[in-house]
């Protein structure tokens, strides 16, 4: 192994609907609802460097997986996707678990905000814990980032999401909310696409994963401003109930 080392600093901090790790998609786009602030402070140098970048429509951001709780690096990691109970080479999966924590994730660009106190990113499809570090923005140029005919093995099987169902209870909760958070969109109707694709991915652990609940088994999960209960019956993902966190 080298063992050269490189300091670097943080240029923005990543607002996100996703206040912990449980319930964050396992890969960006997949819950495309999901609005993300990339915060930069408001600077001469940053206004110049965010120039021209709303001309394009994608990007890559290059961050630091934080809020992590790993001890050491494993050489071995056991992928979601598979169920977690097949051991791959780190660098064949995207584990967060890796030898140094950086996360590369495309997203779509939504709008280029220079407000007063912050200068903002928005971007949508994110898959990043709230106040993660970023190290870099750079343009998703499709000439040459897309590759059709990319070979990806076990990772080309996207899965499809469960059926999402609510409570009568849980809907009249939901009604009952206007999202005063500028990463929900469109009110309590936005508030609920939000939680229904989060819901969608089953955010259980892989162990849990395509299985039914045991009866009386509850889960809890943060998405944007609230906190929402649910449970797995017959294959479909069924709202308990919410409340504001």
């Not at 299985?211 to 993902?237: A, I, N, S, T």
Request: charged residues 25%.
């Amino acid at each position: 192994m080298h063992s050269d080392t490189f300091s670097m600093d943080a240029i923005a901090t990543i607002r996100s609907c996703y206040s912990q790790r449980f319930g964050i998609p396992r890969q960006p786009g997949l819950v495309e609802s999901a609005v993300a602030s990339i915060e930069f402070e408001p600077t001469s140098d940053n206004e110049l460097a965010l120039r021209d970048l709303s001309t394009f429509s994608h990007l890559w951001v290059v961050f630091v997986f934080h809020g992590q709780n790993y001890s050491r690096f494993k050489p071995l990691v056991q992928p979601p996707r598979l169920g977690g109970k097949k051991s791959m080479g780190v660098y064949a999966t995207r584990s967060p678990n890796r030898p140094n924590p950086i996360g590369l994730s495309a997203v779509e660009l939504r709008e280029v905000r220079f407000d007063k106190d912050r200068f903002r990113v928005f971007v949508n499809g994110g898959d990043f814990l709230d106040g993660t570090p970023v190290l870099d923005i750079k343009p998703y140029v499709p000439f040459v980032d897309s590759i059709p005919e990319a070979r990806s093995d076990w990772a080309t099987r996207l899965q499809a999401g469960l059926e999402v169902l609510w409570e009568t209870e849980a809907l009249q909760q939901l009604g009952e909310m206007e999202p005063d958070n500028t990463l929900v969109e469109s009110g309590s109707l936005g508030l609920q696409v939000l939680i229904e694709q989060v819901l969608a991915q089953d955010p259980r652990p892989a162990y849990e994963r395509n299985k039914d609940g045991k009866p009386g088994q509850y889960w809890g999960v943060l998405v944007g401003p609230v906190d929402v209960q649910f449970e797995v019956r017959d294959g479909k993902v069924i709202v308990v109930s919410i409340k504001r966190v």
